[in-house]
């Protein structure tokens, strides 16, 4: 009883919201009641009166109101009130749509409106009688109306006028006349239907008795019945078979009456079942109601019967188990079987300006890059030219004796001779006798995200963890296979196009698997970049922002990890997608694995779990430098180890980074990451930090790239699709529709006692593991307030080995902090309770 009445108090923010939508109801009241009670007699705005006293039941106050608003709208004037109630519904009623802002579409509206109010107030000021004083269109109706009429006489500004009043309606509400019309339609059919059956109710004949002959008859049976279908159907519902009118052998629907009026409403009326919470929705619909549905009507009602959220099965008997100190997947209590991906129309349809380079211009290019070659005594020539989006690639065959290496060393004279921002020389290309000379383009395009989407290779790719990059110097579209590669490493300085790379690759999983065959792990040491996908059903646990549970995030994956392992190891499998395909040849078979791994004495439960699919796990960390100067070398174990091993178990990672120096991005990640990711870095030693090899520095930022696949050792230039933030929150919202996130509070949280989670293999430390002087240390350390090493070294006379460690182990067990960035620690324990 007492939630029930929580439930019904309102919050501050909700009673705040309420209170401004009663003010607009009630401001809306009162310009009804100002209008209604003008008197042309009344003291105004546009008139004077001797008289003081005011006839206008909202007072003079009103009285001002109603002229003001009759003046400048004159008819029109009554619109005020549903305005003032539409916003204050708009504002108050629906306060999260006013979060994300399509401004593209408040602008359309307000120019609907703003066309609507033009047409009504100069149509009456042309046909309608003046009220009391003042013009029927007001001074906008005057205005208008005799600026047109000079030029387009009577019947052509009355066309314009009407033309107004239509688009500005469809721009301000978004409703079609076409379908307005056809809904006035199918009512006048229904109207004309009840008339048509009215007489033989009355006469009580009934309807299995009555034939239709008349062909007449037939077709405008058939004609309401592709009214009824053409009508959308919910998501999540179902029709009942007996709604559906049977249809005879040609065809056309049989005009039968029916017996009585509740038959007779029922096949007037179409119901529709409860909706049903099942796996998959499959609406109930007879094609042969109508087979002569047009093409377009045909994939209006597929779009309408699709479903839009995701169903949720009942909640499974699994908890969360502990199996070898490790953590276990629980069955999802709210796990959500995923209806069609979100639709490729909610990115925006590329705008694009199109500067095509026209045949004698390459050739032109190629002439002036042979001549200024041979300037700086190289003869080369143009065998091959390669145009594309961001550049253009001239393909070289050297003449004998010349090295490559040359051509590389003359590369910024090149670029100042061809007045170009940059040019890189690509040594090697595979295949190929030449090198290549890529020169950016005169006018570069933007290569969208739903361009690449809307292609072939990301259709017809099978991989769940299947990515969007770009397009290559070509064009093409470059889609890769995240669990090929199987990590990820990403460098590029601030503006190189880096974080909207990592948001194109999120988003494009997004698009490409639901959260039963992908879940994220997301570490966004800046609280700003990743933050925005808080709340998506792909998530196992909250955006981490605190570094210091983005440690324990590393380290439940590298348990989770291992009880991966040992399970397929026991199922007799090779990797994760074997196991995904033991266990739905299993379902399929209708028969049911147990979990091999189960340990009754750590179990509440008397039966062992049912195993289920297991999805592939993607941890994405956005600035990898700043989690590695507060963790430190915590994280690099975590993530080499994850690195090593964690492709057959399906845990893969993407490590961003603005920084790619070596104590950041250090060689025991560098060797079990194999594909590098290079945006524009600012130096050759960055770029050889990432790639191994230079050519990043020449770079064009703005998503320009060096993609090194795994395996080979060039590298390819890669331009990197644009997404923009309100397509990301249009493609999160979607997916927050669907279903709920299933968050793992042991992901951050560690042990439920806060103690260490302990990997595999992993020891905890023993008092015989703790200094012998480790007691009399902290009271020296937490008395003075001094928590470096030397001053412990100094005070007990010891070597600075066995200083630094016994510092160490205070750091584990929290007396001291971790160093600053100039050695210093806090002393965080307070000092001892002196007794007297």
Same mark, same amino acid.
């Given at each position: 009883m007492s939630e029930n009445q929580d439930t019904k108090i309102l919050s501050g923010v909700q009673r705040l919201l309420e209170g401004g939508l009663i003010f607009c109801a009630l401001l809306a009241t009162f310009i009804v009641i100002a209008l209604a009670s003008f008197d042309a007699t009344d003291p105004a705005w546009s008139q004077a009166s001797l008289s003081e006293d005011i006839q206008n039941y909202a007072g003079s106050v009103g009285a001002w109101v109603a002229d003001v608003l009759f003046y400048i709208m004159g008819f029109s004037a009554w619109l005020m009130p549903l305005i003032v109630v539409a916003s204050g519904m708009l504002i108050f009623r629906h306060p999260k749509q006013l979060a994300e802002v399509d401004y593209f579409a408040v602008g359309l509206r307000i120019i609907g409106f703003l066309l609507m109010l033009c047409g009504l107030t100069s149509l009456a000021s042309m046909n309608a009688n003046d009220i009391y004083d003042f013009s029927a269109g007001g001074v906008i109706g005057d205005v208008i109306s005799s600026t047109m009429l000079p030029y387009f006489s009577q019947l052509g500004t009355t066309l314009l006028l009407l033309w107004f009043v239509g688009a500005g309606f469809t721009l301000l509400t978004g409703v079609s006349w076409i379908t307005l019309v056809e809904t006035v339609g199918e009512a006048c059919i229904q109207v004309?239907?009840?008339?048509?059956?009215?007489?033989? /109710?009355?006469?009580?004949?009934?309807?299995?008795?009555?034939?239709?002959? =008349?062909?007449?008859?037939?077709?405008?049976?058939?004609?309401?019945?592709?009214?009824?279908t053409s009508k959308p159907i919910e998501a999540g519902t179902e029709t009942s078979d007996n709604t559906v009118e049977q249809t005879g052998n040609n065809g056309r629907s049989e005009p039968g009456i029916v017996a009585d009026e509740a038959l007779q409403h029922q096949r007037m009326e179409p119901s529709f079942a409860e909706p049903a919470f099942e796996p998959?929705?499959?609406?109930?619909?007879?094609?042969?109601?109508?087979?002569?549905?047009?093409?377009?009507?045909?994939? %209006?009602? =597929?779009?309408?019967?699709?479903?839009?959220? *995701? &169903?949720?099965?009942?909640?499974?008997?699994?908890?969360?188990?502990?199996?070898?100190g490790q953590v276990v997947l629980p069955a999802k209590a709210k796990k959500p079987t995923m209806a069609?991906?979100?639709?490729?129309?909610?990115?925006?349809?590329?705008?694009?300006?199109?500067?095509?380079?026209?045949?004698?211009?390459?050739?032109?290019?190629?002439?002036l890059v042979e001549a200024k070659l041979l300037d700086f005594n190289v003869t080369a020539t143009v065998v091959d030219v390669c145009p594309g989006p961001v550049i253009t690639r001239f393909e070289l065959d050297l003449a004998p004796g010349i090295k490559v290496s040359k051509i590389t060393g003359l590369a910024k004279d090149l670029a100042r001779a061809l007045s170009a921002v940059s040019v890189r020389v690509?040594?090697?290309?595979?295949?190929?006798?030449?090198?290549?000379?890529?020169?950016?383009?005169?006018?570069?395009?933007?290569?969208?995200?739903? %361009?690449?989407?809307?292609?072939?290779?990301?259709?017809?790719?099978?991989?769940?963890?299947?990515?969007?990059?770009? &397009?290559?110097?070509?064009?093409?579209?470059?889609?890769? %296979?995240?669990?090929?590669?199987?990590?990820?490493?990403?460098?590029?300085?601030?503006?190189? *196009?880096?974080?909207?790379?990592?948001?194109t690759m999120i988003v494009s999983l997004l698009y490409k698997s639901g959260p039963e065959d992908v879940r994220l792990i997301l570490i966004d040491p800046k609280m700003l970049e990743l933050s925005v996908y808080e709340g998506i059903p792909h998530l196992l646990c909250e955006v981490v922002t605190d570094m210091k549970q983005a440690s324990n995030a590393l380290r439940w994956c590298v348990g989770e990890m291992e009880r991966r392992y040992k399970l397929m190891s026991a199922m007799g499998v090779r990797n994760l997608k074997g196991y995904n395909a033991k266990i739905a040849e299993a379902e399929a078979a209708g028969e049911v694995i147990m979990d091999p791994l189960w340990n009754p004495a750590e179990s509440m439960q008397t039966q062992p779990p049912k195993l289920e699919k297991m999805p592939s796990i993607v941890v994405?960390?956005?600035?990898?430098?700043?989690?590695?100067?507060?963790?430190?070398?915590?994280?690099?174990?975590?993530?080499?180890?994850?690195?090593?091993?964690?492709r057959a178990a399906g845990i893969h990672l993407i490590l961003a980074t603005q920084r790619p120096s070596v104590d950041v991005i250090t060689g025991l990640i560098k060797a079990n990451v194999p594909t590098r990711m290079a945006f524009q870095v600012s130096s050759?030693?960055?770029?050889?930090?990432?790639? =191994?090899?230079?050519?990043?520095?020449?770079?064009?930022?703005?998503?320009?790239?060096? #993609?090194?696949?795994?395996?080979?050792?060039?590298?390819?230039?890669?331009?990197?699709a644009f997404v923009d933030?309100?397509?990301?929150? /249009?493609?999160?919202? =979607?997916?927050?529709?669907?279903?709920?996130?299933? #968050?793992?509070?042991?992901?951050?949280?560690?042990?439920?006692?806060?103690?260490?989670?302990?990997?595999?293999?992993?020891?905890?430390?023993?008092?015989?593991?703790? %200094?012998?002087? #480790?007691?009399?240390?902290?009271?020296?350390?937490?008395? &003075?307030?001094? *928590?470096?090493?030397?001053s412990v070294q100094r005070k007990f006379k010891i070597g600075y080995n066995r200083a630094a460690r016994i510092i160490e182990q205070m750091e584990a067990q929290g007396v001291v902090s971790t160093p600053a960035h100039n050695g210093n620690r806090e002393v965080l324990a307070p000092p001892p309770v002196k007794v007297n």
């Open positions: 004309a239907l009840f008339l048509w059956r009215l007489p033989q /109710r009355f006469s009580g004949q009934k309807a299995e008795t009555v034939e239709a002959n =008349d062909d007449d008859t037939g077709r405008f049976m058939a004609l309401v019945n592709r009214f009824k998959t929705i499959e609406p109930n619909i007879d094609l042969a109601i109508e087979p002569s549905i047009e093409p377009e009507r045909e994939s %209006d009602i =597929d779009a309408a019967l699709e479903p839009t959220l *995701g &169903s949720m099965r009942e909640p499974a008997d699994d908890t969360a188990k502990i199996v070898d069609p991906l979100p639709d490729i129309g909610l990115l925006d349809v590329p705008n694009r300006s199109q500067n095509p380079i026209s045949q004698e211009e390459l050739d032109q290019v190629a002439r690509v040594e090697v290309i595979p295949g190929k006798s030449v090198i290549g000379l890529e020169l950016p383009n005169k006018f570069r395009e933007t290569v969208f995200m739903r %361009d690449v989407l809307d292609t072939q290779a990301f259709a017809d790719s099978k991989s769940n963890l299947t990515m969007v990059l770009g &397009s290559d110097i070509a064009g093409d579209p470059v889609v890769v %296979d995240l669990g090929k590669m199987p990590h990820l490493l990403v460098a590029g300085t601030t503006g190189s *196009g880096k974080s909207v790379g990592v948001n994405v960390v956005d600035e990898f430098a700043d989690m590695m100067m507060i963790v430190g070398k915590k994280v690099e174990e975590l993530i080499a180890r994850i690195a090593q091993k964690a050759k030693i960055d770029s050889r930090t990432i790639l =191994d090899q230079q050519g990043a520095e020449t770079l064009l930022g703005m998503g320009d790239m060096l #993609y090194l696949p795994p395996g080979t050792g060039v590298p390819m230039r890669v331009h990197g933030d309100h397509e990301v929150h /249009r493609v999160v919202a =979607d997916w927050k529709q669907r279903a709920e996130p299933q #968050y793992l509070e042991e992901i951050l949280a560690g042990t439920a006692d806060g103690e260490q989670v302990l990997m595999p293999g992993e020891v905890a430390e023993t008092d015989e593991d703790t %200094d012998a002087l #480790y007691d009399e240390a902290v009271m020296f350390v937490t008395e &003075s307030r001094r *928590g470096s090493i030397s």
